[in-house]
């Protein structure tokens, strides 16, 4: 599953790949500061997946299952191939 990316809000655009930001399908990766990117109601194996950037970066990820975090700027994660639940997924920093 490839998540389809859009940004909610007009502001400065981080460059999260710049940042170091790596995508793990099997557990956060060691030396890193990873979040676990999930869907509680998509019964796919989603539980060890994580997006991780360097211990260093001053990114502090957040992820959201039930829509943007409110005072971050946050990217929506979509799947629209997926009957269950991404539509309401942010990745947010």
């Known amino acids: ?3 389809e990316v859009r940004r909610t809000r007009c502001h400065p655009v981080v460059s999260l790949l710049a940042e170091g930001l790596r995508f793990s399908s099997v557990g956060p990766i060691s030396g890193m500061k990873c979040t676990l990117v999930n869907e509680p109601s998509d019964p796919n194996t989603w539980n060890d997946n994580d997006v991780c950037v ?13 829509g943007p ?3 971050k700027t946050c990217v929506q994660w979509n799947e629209p191939s997926d009957p269950h639940g991404w539509h309401d997924n942010y990745l947010c920093y």
């Open 1 to 3: 599953m490839h998540p």
């Open 54 to 66: 360097p211990s260093t970066s001053t990114l502090n990820l957040q992820w959201s299952y039930l």
């Open 69 to 71: 975090i409110a005072g």
